[in-house]
């Protein structure tokens, strides 16, 4: 394992696509540095691309700050980022993006090499290892695999970020793992028309000596800055020393074995061990997530609970929670909500002239869905809302209600879908499908999308728009009736059994258009009388 080198500053290993939509990969210095002709990194999976943005990130905030607002200014205005500081910073750091250095090897823990390594695909969770054997994919630890070393660092980034908990081949005694801080939420993403708007998007105020951004300490700095590589015995329980702590932080210990196989250097073994316990409050060191308080029964935040972070559902839309995402909590303290703090200062830089105010971004959302032990990982998640500035700078409790009694809308209606199914089967005695699901809330995603859209366009004038809103609850009535449909439609019954079921229909016909004119009546609240 000694003598070769994988230099993650230049090898190609972060795959991306250009302005033309053509693939590539790039490393570290040139995913800066060509970033104004690149359209976006994209990973393999969705927890892969929001891992390589984090460490991209926390190299940019080390390399450019920015400390002020006019730093970040002149950043945005520039046509590329500046060589000369990248390189500055770079100086006498090149070792520490080593994938295969004996002594600082890149986000891995030399200490690791006395113990036997497994199949490097141990680091894939979609791979099977062990007894783990799927349809497709009847990979063993016994089994002679081999990585490149661009796929091997793709991987060890995404596992620090994403590995599941559960049981790891214990260094000394412990094998107990917490999962990886990034299972906790969904991991938000602003995205601008290249890969240099949105890293730029996503980078805050940057100054550890004035402690900023917040939660953020002189001594903060990613884990390749360490004076020493991480030891063998983790801590059992840590905070972060602040936000590129965090970007970076070492949730496994791992070790990549490689070997020589012709003239390339291959990945053939890893050991991955217990790593940092993340002991830290999210809702007030995560930047890249949005938070919201529990609802109670009576469909109301819940006070006395914390803030807990927004994450995806497999078939119901992110969009659901456009509210946390997209809107301010004007309150000072007891706030029911938080939006990623990448968005605290879009409207600043409005006023400063830097972005335009009728610009439309895009908030992309990662995450992936574990089981009930937290231990293996059944789906990757990626979802997307508009983020028109519009809304972003709105400081309007009123277009939160408005915005949020749409979104009622649509689960009170989901909620009165599955009802009919439950009652249904509960007559029939029959276990309840999840179809009437997938036939309604996938069908729901672009048209409330024309509604944040829409109201971007009519809320600075003054105006709510009351068609955005009426063609919203004409989309949720015709969606929602027509799963009803589907579902009456598709099911093998008897006779007796259809009159059975036209009863629950109509019911739920019924409880639609109750839903639709309390909506309608609630709206006129939100919306001006002229426009009226």
């Given at each position: 394992?000694?003598?070769?080198?994988?230099?993650?500053?230049?090898?190609?290993?972060?795959?991306?696509?250009?302005?033309?939509?053509?693939?590539?990969?790039?490393?570290?210095?040139?995913?800066?540095?060509?970033a104004h002709d690149l359209r976006r990194i994209t990973g393999d999976t969705p927890p892969m691309t929001a891992a390589l943005h984090r460490v991209v990130l926390a190299l940019l905030h080390r390399a450019y700050g920015p400390e002020t607002e006019r730093d970040w200014g002149l950043l945005w205005r520039d046509?590329?980022?500046?060589?000369?500081?990248?390189?500055?910073?770079?100086?006498?750091?090149?070792?520490?993006?080593?994938?295969?250095?004996?002594?600082?090897?890149?986000?891995?823990?030399?200490?690791?090499?006395?113990?036997?390594?497994?199949?490097?695909?141990?680091?894939?969770?979609?791979?099977?290892?062990?007894?783990?054997?799927?349809?497709?994919?009847?990979?063993?630890?016994?089994?002679?695999?081999?990585?490149?070393?661009?796929?091997?660092?793709?991987?060890?980034?995404?596992?620090?970020?994403?590995?599941?908990?559960?049981?790891?081949?214990?260094?000394?005694?412990?094998?107990?793992?917490?999962?990886?801080?990034?299972?906790?939420?969904?991991?938000?993403?602003?995205?601008?028309?290249?890969?240099?708007?949105?890293?730029?998007?996503?980078?805050?105020?940057?100054?550890?000596?004035?402690?900023?951004?917040?939660?953020?300490?002189?001594?903060?700095?990613?884990?390749?800055?360490?004076?020493?590589?991480?030891?063998?015995?983790?801590?059992?329980?840590?905070?972060?020393?602040?936000?590129?702590?965090?970007?970076?932080?070492?949730?496994?210990?791992?070790?990549?074995?490689?070997?020589?196989?012709?003239?390339?250097?291959?990945?053939?073994?890893?050991?991955?061990?217990?790593?940092?316990?993340?002991?830290?409050?999210?809702?007030?060191?995560?930047?890249?997530?949005?938070?919201?308080?529990?609802?109670?029964?009576?469909?109301?935040?819940?006070?006395?609970?914390?803030?807990?972070?927004?994450?995806?559902?497999?078939?119901?839309?992110?969009?659901?929670?456009?509210?946390?995402?997209?809107?301010?909590?004007?309150?000072?303290?007891?706030?029911?909500?938080?939006?990623?703090?990448?968005?605290?200062?879009?409207?600043?830089?409005?006023?400063?002239?830097?972005?335009?105010?009728?610009?439309?971004?895009?908030?992309?959302?990662?995450?992936?869905?574990?089981?009930?032990?937290?231990?293996?990982?059944?789906?990757?998640?990626?979802?997307?809302?508009?983020?028109?500035?519009?809304?972003?700078?709105?400081?309007?409790?009123?277009?939160?209600?408005?915005?949020?009694?749409?979104?009622?809308?649509?689960?009170?209606?989901?909620?009165?879908?599955?009802?009919?199914?439950?009652?249904?089967?509960?007559?029939?005695?029959?276990?309840?499908?999840?179809?009437?699901?997938?036939?309604?809330?996938?069908?729901?995603?672009?048209?409330?999308?024309?509604?944040?859209?829409?109201?971007?366009?009519?809320?600075?004038?003054?105006?709510?728009?009351?068609?955005?809103?009426?063609?919203?609850?004409?989309?949720?009535?015709?969606?929602?009736?027509?799963?009803?449909?589907?579902?009456?439609?598709?099911?093998?019954?008897?006779?007796?059994?259809?009159?059975?079921?036209?009863?629950?229909?109509?019911?739920?016909?019924?409880?639609?258009?109750?839903?639709?004119?309390?909506?309608?009546?609630?709206?006129?609240?939100?919306?001006?009388?002229?426009?009226?």
């Amino acid at each position: 394992m000694t003598g070769a080198r994988f230099d993650l500053l230049s090898e190609r290993w972060i795959p991306v696509l250009d302005m033309d939509g053509y693939a590539d990969e790039v490393g570290l210095e040139d995913v800066l540095l060509r970033a104004h002709d690149l359209r976006r990194i994209t990973g393999d999976t969705p927890p892969m691309t929001a891992a390589l943005h984090r460490v991209v990130l926390a190299l940019l905030h080390r390399a450019y700050g920015p400390e002020t607002e006019r730093d970040w200014g002149l950043l945005w205005r520039d046509p590329e980022l500046p060589r000369t500081r990248l390189r500055k910073y770079l100086t006498g750091k090149e070792s520490r993006f080593d994938l295969f250095d004996p002594v600082r090897p890149f986000f891995q823990c030399p200490a690791l090499a006395k113990l036997t390594p497994s199949t490097p695909f141990k680091l894939v969770p979609h791979r099977a290892v062990g007894n783990k054997v799927t349809l497709f994919d009847h990979t063993t630890a016994s089994d002679r695999v081999t990585m490149t070393p661009a796929e091997a660092a793709r991987w060890l980034v995404t596992a620090q970020a994403f590995d599941p908990g559960g049981m790891k081949t214990p260094f000394n005694k412990d094998k107990s793992s917490q999962k990886a801080p990034c299972n906790t939420m969904g991991v938000v993403l602003v995205e601008g028309a290249t890969l240099k708007e949105t890293l730029l998007l996503n980078a805050l105020r940057y100054d550890p000596e004035l402690e900023r951004p917040d939660g953020t300490w002189p001594d903060d700095h990613p884990v390749w800055e360490q004076p020493e590589p991480p030891g063998g015995e983790p801590e059992t329980s840590q905070v972060s020393r602040g936000w590129t702590d965090l970007l970076t932080w070492q949730s496994r210990r791992i070790l990549l074995f490689h070997r020589q196989v012709d003239d390339r250097q291959v990945v053939d073994g890893v050991v991955v061990t217990p790593g940092d316990r993340y002991d830290g409050s999210s809702a007030d060191e995560e930047k890249m997530a949005a938070f919201r308080k529990p609802v109670g029964t009576n469909g109301k935040p819940m006070k006395d609970k914390p803030l807990l972070p927004v994450r995806l559902h497999p078939v119901r839309g992110v969009w659901r929670h456009s509210v946390e995402l997209l809107l301010t909590d004007r309150r000072e303290e007891n706030k029911s909500r938080l939006r990623p703090r990448t968005l605290h200062a879009i409207p600043d830089r409005v006023v400063h002239g830097y972005i335009p105010a009728d610009a439309v971004y895009t908030l992309r959302v990662y995450g992936q869905q574990l089981d009930d032990n937290n231990s293996v990982v059944e789906t990757y998640l990626e979802d997307h809302v508009p983020a028109p500035v519009a809304l972003l700078r709105a400081d309007d409790e009123v277009l939160g209600a408005l915005i949020g009694t749409a979104i009622s809308l649509a689960d009170n209606a989901g909620a009165a879908l599955r009802h009919m199914e439950r009652d249904y089967r509960k007559d029939k005695r029959a276990k309840p499908s999840s179809t009437l699901d997938l036939d309604y809330w996938p069908k729901l995603t672009a048209p409330f999308a024309t509604l944040l859209t829409d109201l971007a366009t009519a809320w600075p004038e003054g105006t709510a728009s009351t068609a955005a809103v009426t063609a919203w609850s004409r989309h949720v009535r015709r969606t929602a009736q027509h799963a009803a449909q589907r579902w009456t439609g598709g099911a093998q019954a008897e006779a007796a059994d259809l009159l059975l079921m036209a009863k629950y229909l109509d019911r739920f016909l019924t409880r639609l258009t109750t839903l639709i004119r309390t909506f309608d009546h609630e709206v006129r609240n939100y919306i001006p009388r002229e426009e009226e």
